[in-house]
């Protein structure tokens, strides 16, 4: 196996290539503003207090103890799903 090491100037065209390539995945693979903070849509009732402002009038509302234990199992059931569905990233590339 002959391996020979040779510098390489950034005008070549190899070297183009290869930099254009590697710029063309990377555009590919950046996520836009609007896609990044998308995911914390869901939180925007944390920050208004609206979900502080419902939960205050949920919990002044008389309920049986049959409506409470549905409600519960309800919350644990959408915590249980909250905690175990995770975004699937896939970065693309260039072929």
């Known amino acids: 196996m002959n391996l020979r090491l040779a510098s390489l100037q950034l005008e070549e065209e190899q070297a183009q290539y290869y930099v254009e390539r590697a ?3 990377y555009d590919l ?3 836009g503003p609007q896609e990044y903070t998308g995911q914390y849509a ?8 609206k979900a502080e402002r419902e939960a205050d009038s949920f919990l002044l509302e008389k309920r049986t ?3 409470m234990k ?3 199992q309800n919350a644990l059931m959408l915590r ?4 175990t569905v995770w975004p ?3 970065f693309k590339t260039f072929s």
């Open 23 to 25: 710029m063309a995945v």
């Open 29 to 31: 693979n950046v996520v």
């Open 88 to 90: 699937i990233v896939q």
């Open 80 to 83: 249980s799903y909250t905690y």
């Open 65 to 67: 103890i049959d409506e």
């Open 42 to 49: 869901r939180y925007d009732e944390l920050l208004t207090d």
């Open 70 to 72: 549905a409600v519960r």
